[in-house]
């Protein structure tokens, strides 16, 4: 088995840090499981994917590092 695509560490601390490249980054390599989760009858449900692009983008802002709980 090989080894997973992950987002770099470096990628996830920028985004964490608020940095819009980075957050950018984070979506552009979810965009496909991101599209997959949003067919409906064979169509991408825009609001859908919206809304799933808020929330990863939301728990970004609200992972922390360092293991404590926010």
Known sequence: ????NLVPYETIIRATNGEPEAVDEVLQH???QIR???LENGHINKDTEDSIKRRLVA???QFRLDG???
């Open 59 to 61: 728990a970004l802002f």
């Open 68 to 70: 404590q709980a926010t």
């Open 1 to 4: 088995m090989g080894k997973p």
């Open 30 to 32: 979810y965009s496909r």
């Open 36 to 38: 997959l989760a949003t």
